[in-house]
Structures are given as structure tokens and as C-alpha cells.
């Protein structure tokens, strides 16, 4: 017995020291050695390398290819078993070679080179960067331990050398730099399974001493950068592509994306991002400890995205940019002082088929080439001109004159107002014994002139604010805002473009919403007064304005507007989705009333603000000028108008910001339509700086 209680005892001792011995070699395999062995581990799995898929192209209406791809190399970062002194070693040699070809890397880090300064950008256009400062240090993956919001640059760049284990050793500039795209490699999820696109686009020069020099963990890959068939067209509509951010990965990971993915980041290469985006493959590869990669059999090829065709005439677009640009220039150039047009540098236009409200054309003015987009991109985001804003679909725009045929649409559907109805102008509208605005003809002639008698079509030819403060007063605000909804004013047009603005139209709600002064928020009669000739609150872009041009033009159908014609497969062509033409509103015009109203556009045009730009022209235009004040600076000039008179085809919007009057807006209409009907050889217009000087009035 006691022999076995012995054996017992040491078999019992033995068990517990072998219990032991695995318990510790466990606790030095997962805690103390853990990083140390899953890197040997990795080094020894089987890792797929991503096969990136070309995005489809984009095209005009007739097969114009507008963006297009083109092969480029980026450098790929893994981690490879590297501890931080590794690593970091690593990154200094790559920069090295990066600098000397002149290649960029990645590295969005908030912070200056030495002297340390912060340089965030002001994203949300409020004149301060202190919310995007504080919104970093929000979300900083180490806030509250070794980062805090009190913290100078300089000391937040000490910190990240102490998390990165960056040693002094490196020269200043060669620290910030490795800590740079060490922070960038972080937010990208960079790990010993995760690579990090460190670079993209790198020539092949810097291709080619990488190679020579053979980094550990640096790979190279081919993938495909944006190339622009004609650099600087349609820049506003096409958008761009670019590196995913945090908040975008949260919210497309469950999608198929990765951190280091490029995606649409405005215009087309946003809203249809799923259709244009591809699906990429990969190409399995196991390493040895060593590092070399044995590529494996089992493939899978990436597949294109789908090719997106617009409803843009890319010619036509050349020539509106053109145009635009043209005019906006000759405006400043031949300003003669104060208010006369040497603040005029932006503007828009949008040209609509007035049958299905596709978009021929959209231009903001000034704009930029997407190909140098990171080269100019300091110039572009100090401009004061705002080149990045696409005024055409964000602008919003006092529409002035212009809105005068839906003031007189609405009076004479709503029985306000009868066909043959004469009003006489008395030159100050004296209904309201605390509000008595006066015509701007009688203002002009110092008291000395009025329209006189005045019907509906006579009151759009001349611009007759007194006709339309009466009409106005009869049918009250409720009514105007009833009618601008209908016509699409102060709403999304359905355009497929994220940063359409939705504007505003003047009612009493709309005001008691932007004025915080308790006192003057009661709506008074006149704010409709103003409200009825264009002024007021309301607030338009300009492709609401083309809309409402369009939908007149045809009659009283508003259709949804559209930049997309169709999608199809870049593989075999076939048909993906095609846009239909949609209808948003049928606004119901006895024809007596619509023809009464394009008989007064067609005379602005004819004899009116318009005649001396369309003098002699070759075919009939129905239009209306509008001359907006805008507080400092010289007033907006805004156009709509479509063509031809008796079966309109295409409607116009144009508004030059301080483009001075409305007559200025109508010569870029004019050369629209000298390009689109083929009219180049007709008689030559005046300049529109010749106009009589009564085109000068507020509200022509």
C-alpha cells in the first residue's frame, strides 16, 4: 500500500508539472509572444492578392468616350513579420525612392512639416476649420490616452512617434513622413493580413528601383486610374473617384469593399457608383518564411463595371463652356466702374430637351480639370471663385423676371386674372398706404414714364412690376407658392447628382425658418408683392430654372431631369437600365392662357430685353430676362428661353452671378442655339454690353 501511495503521489506531481509546462508554453504562444508567432504563422498562409477590376467608362449620348482607364502601379505595404524599428526602416528607403521620381504617397496625417502646424480643411464651408479639428481629435483612435484636444501639433507628432516607435535617428522631415503614412496605414486597417496601398499611380521608373532594391513587405500592382478623354469637360457632371474614407467603409464594407478601394466621390462617379464600380478578382499566393510568394493555381479574373452612357451632347457642352466663359469675361472687361459688372466671374447654364428634360448641356462656371485634380488642389480650395462648386445643380439664385410667366400662369388659371384683362400701370402701386413700390420705369424716368395699359402678354414683353404686384396682391402668397411647386421651383428635380440643392420658394413659413428675429417673422403683403415678380425669398438653381423653362416650353409637363441615358455591360455592350422619360407633374394650362404667356416671352425676345441680342435671328425664341439684386456687388443676370417658338425642342437657363442685367444672359442662350439649329452663318447680334441704357433696370 504504501508503494501506491508513492506511485501515486508521483504520477500526481508529474501530471500537474506537464499541466504546468502547457500552461505556460500557452501563456508564451497568445500573451507574451503572440504578435511574434501569428507573424511566422501569416508569413506561412495561403493570402489572396486583389485583382483590381477596371471601372466602367463613361460616355456622351452618341458614344463619346468622356472618362475612360489606364494601367497604373501601386505600392503595397505588408506587414511581413516586421517589428516597428523594421518596418519604419522600410518606409524611409520607399520614400526615398518616391521623392526621387517625384511620386506621391498617402498620407491625409492633419499636420505640417517641421515647424508643426495644423492644416485641416474647412469641409463644411463655414469659414472655420475648428469643427473639423475638433471632430479628429473626436475620433482619434488614441484620444483621451496619448492624444487629447489640448495638445499642440508638435506634441501630437511626438506622440505618434512614441506609438510608431519612430526613432530620432531619421532626419526631421524623414520622421514625419514615416509617421505620416504610418497613421495613414493605420486608418486603412493596416495589419499583418491587411496590406496598405502606400502609393498609387507611381511611374515606372520608381517601379523599376523598387524592384532593384527589394524592400521587404513592398509589392507592386496594377490598377487603374481615371483618364479623361477630354480634360476639363463636363467636370462638374463626371465628378471623381478617390480613396475611401472611414465613414464610407463603415457603411459599404458589408458590400464588398476594402480600406485601400477607390470610389466614387461626386457627380456620376457617385450616383452611379454601383453600376460603374466592377468586381475584382484575386490571385492566391503562399509565403514561405523566407517571403518568397509561390502563386497559386486557382485564380479568379476581376470583371469591368458597366459603362455608363449620358444624356450629354459632349459638343454641345464644349460650346456652352465656351460660351460661358466667353461672356462672363467680356462682362468684367468692359465694366466701367462700381456695379457694372467687374465682379463677374461664375455663372451656370443648363440646356434641357424640353420633351423628356434629359440634360444636353450643364456648365458652372468657373471650373477645372479633373486630370490635375491633385496638383491644382490647393489653388482650387483657396479660390475665391469656389471652381469645385457646381453652381448649375447648388447654386441657388433670386430668379428675378424670370419668374413673372408663372406669376401670370398662376393668375390666370386661378381666375385672378382674365385673358384680355386690362391693368393700367400708374407707375406706383399705392394699394397699401405702408408699402408703395414703385415700377421700374417709373423709377428709371425719375417719375416721368409708365408701361400704361397693360395686358397680360404687353406686361411679360415690358416687365411690368406693377401689373404683376396687382395680380399678385389679388391672388395671395398661398396661391404663387402653389404654382411654383407645381412648375418644380424650390424642389429636387430628380437630377442624379448628390449635391443638388432643393432652394427655396418665398412663403410665410419659409421665411419664419431662415429669420430668427421674433419681430419680423409675421409675413407682410409685401413679401408677396415682391414675392409675385421674382424677388423676395425665393430661391432657385439653374437647372430648377430650365425645368420650368422646359415645362412650359411643352405645355405644363415637368418631367423628372436626367444626366443618365442608359447603362450597359463594357463586356458585350448589352442593355443594363435604360432611363425613361418620367413625369413629376402635369400642371393642367387652358390653351387660351399658355398661348397668351408664350406670346409675351416671344416678344421679349422680339421687341423687348432680349431684341437687341436676337435682332433679325432666324427663328422664333420664346424668353424672359430677369435682373436680380443680390445685396453688394452688381445685380445677377438670369435667362431662360426655349426653341423653336412653334415646337420647342430645347429650353435654356442661364444666370451670371453680377452678370449685371438680364440682356447679358440672353447671349449665352443665343449661341446655344446659334449651335444647336445650325445658325452660326445668321446676322450677328450686338454686343450685349450695346443695350439701351433702360436694360439697366432692376428686374429686366
Known amino acids: ?152 501639433a508638435d506634441a501630437v507628432i511626438e506622440a505618434y512617434k512614441e506609438i510608431y516607435g519612430v526613432s530620432d535617428e531619421f532626419d526631421i522631415d524623414s520622421q514625419r513622413r514615416i509617421v505620416g503614412i504610418r497613421y495613414e496605414a493605420q486608418l486603412r486597417g493596416f495589419s499583418s493580413v491587411s ?73 456620376i462617379e457617385k450616383s452611379e457608383e454601383k453600376y460603374l464600380r466592377g468586381t475584382d478578382g484575386t490571385a492566391g499566393s503562399m ?18 463595371g458597366n459603362n455608363v452612357i449620358l444624356t450629354v451632347d459632349s459638343k454641345l457642352q464644349r460650346v456652352v463652356e465656351e460660351s460661358l466663359g466667353k461672356n462672363i469675361n467680356n462682362i468684367r472687361a468692359s465694366s466701367t466702374g462700381e456695379k457694372t459688372g467687374e465682379d463677374c466671374v461664375s455663372g451656370a447654364a443648363v440646356v434641357l430637351d424640353v420633351k423628356s428634360s434629359d440634360v444636353l448641356a450643364m456648365v458652372s462656371y468657373p471650373s477645372y480639370d479633373m486630370s490635375r485634380f491633385n496638383e491644382d488642389y490647393d489653388s482650387l480650395i483657396s479660390n475665391d471663385a469656389k ?44 394699394v397699401y398706404a405702408d408699402y408703395q413700390p414703385a415700377c421700374w420705369i417709373w423709377t428709371d424716368s425719375h417719375g416721368t414714364q409708365t408701361h400704361g395699359d397693360q395686358n397680360v402678354s404687353a406686361a411679360i414683353e415690358n416687365s411690368c412690376n406693377y401689373f404683376f404686384y396687382e395680380v399678385g396682391r389679388r391672388m395671395g402668397i398661398k396661391t404663387i ?24 420658394v418665398a412663403s410665410p413659413d419659409y421665411k419664419k425658418s431662415i429669420i430668427k428675429n421674433v419681430t419680423s417673422r409675421d409675413w407682410y403683403d409685401g413679401d408677396t408683392l415682391q414675392a409675385a415678380i421674382g424677388q423676395s425669398y425665393s430661391l432657385f438653381t439653374p437647372v430648377q430654372l430650365a425645368s420650368y423653362a422646359a415645362t412650359i416650353a411643352n405645355g405644363g409637363t415637368r418631367y423628372k431631369v436626367h444626366l443618365v441615358k442608359s447603362i450597359r ?96 444672359a440672353a447671349q449665352v442662350a443665343k449661341e446655344i442655339f446659334d449651335y444647336y439649329f445650325n445658325l452660326n452663318e445668321a446676322v450677328p447680334s450686338p454686343s450685349p454690353q450695346a443695350a439701351p441704357a433702360e436694360e439697366n433696370a432692376l428686374m429686366r
Open 1 to 152: 500500500m504504501p508503494n501506491s501511495k508513492v506511485r501515486m503521489t508521483v504520477l500526481k506531481l508529474i501530471m500537474i508539472i506537464m499541466l504546468a509546462a502547457i500552461a505556460y508554453k500557452l501563456f508564451d504562444l497568445q500573451i507574451i509572444n503572440g504578435e511574434t508567432y501569428l507573424e511566422v504563422a501569416n508569413d506561412r498562409l495561403v493570402t489572396n492578392i486583389t485583382q483590381k477590376a477596371p471601372r466602367g467608362e463613361i460616355l456622351d449620348r452618341y458614344g463619346e468616350p468622356l472618362v475612360t482607364n489606364q494601367v497604373s502601379y501601386n505600392v503595397v505595404l505588408q506587414r511581413a513579420g516586421m517589428n516597428d524599428a523594421e518596418l519604419n526602416n522600410v518606409i524611409y528607403r520607399l520614400v526615398a525612392v518616391l521623392y526621387s521620381e517625384n511620386c506621391e504617397y498617402n498620407d491625409t496625417l492633419p499636420i505640417s512639416f517641421s515647424p508643426y502646424t495644423y492644416n485641416f480643411t474647412d469641409e463644411n464651408g463655414d469659414g472655420s476649420t475648428e469643427d473639423e479639428k475638433n471632430a479628429w481629435f473626436e475620433n482619434n483612435k488614441y484620444k483621451d490616452d496619448k492624444i487629447t484636444a489640448d495638445m499642440s
Open 195 to 267: 496590406p496598405f496601398v502606400a502609393a498609387d499611380n507611381v511611374t515606372v521608373n520608381a517601379v523599376a528601383k523598387l524592384k532593384e532594391i527589394q524592400l521587404r513587405g513592398i509589392s507592386i500592382t496594377n490598377d487603374y486610374i481615371r483618364s479623361y478623354a477630354q480634360p476639363g469637360l463636363a467636370t462638374h457632371i463626371l465628378g471623381r473617384t478617390g480613396r475611401i474614407n472611414a465613414e464610407e467603409y463603415a457603411e459599404l464594407s458589408q458590400s464588398g469593399y476594402g480600406m485601400n478601394d477607390m470610389i466614387g466621390k461626386q457627380g
Open 287 to 304: 509565403k514561405r518564411v523566407n517571403g518568397k510568394e509561390i502563386t497559386l493555381v486557382e485564380n479568379v479574373a476581376p470583371v469591368s
Open 387 to 430: 471652381p469645385m462648386w457646381n453652381r448649375a445643380v447648388s447654386g441657388l439664385y433670386s430668379p428675378g423676371s424670370t419668374f413673372k410667366p408663372l406669376t401670370a400662369i398662376a393668375a390666370l388659371q386661378s381666375g385672378k386674372l382674365g385673358l384680355n384683362e386690362i391693368i393700367h400701370d400708374d407707375g406706383i402701386y399705392t
Open 481 to 504: 407658392d402653389e404654382y411654383a411647386t407645381r412648375f418644380g421651383l424650390g424642389d429636387y428635380t430628380g437630377i442624379e447628382l448628390d449635391e443638388e440643392a432643393k432652394g427655396a
Open 569 to 664: 455591360s463594357s463586356m458585350d455592350g448589352t442593355l443594363v437600365k435604360e432611363t425613361q422619360p418620367e413625369v413629376l407633374e402635369q400642371v393642367d394650362i387652358e390653351p387660351q392662357n399658355m398661348t397668351a404667356v408664350k406670346n409675351g416671352m416671344k416678344r421679349v425676345v422680339d421687341e423687348g430685353s432680349a431684341a437687341s441680342v436676337f435682332t433679325n435671328y432666324a427663328i422664333a425664341i420664346g424668353g424672359k430676362t430677369g435682373t436680380a439684386q443680390v445685396g453688394d456687388g452688381s445685380n445677377n443676370a438670369v435667362f431662360i428661353a426655349y426653341a423653336p417658338f412653334d415646337d420647342p425642342k430645347i429650353a435654356v437657363a442661364v444666370v451670371l452671378e453680377h452678370g449685371v442685367r438680364g440682356v447679358n
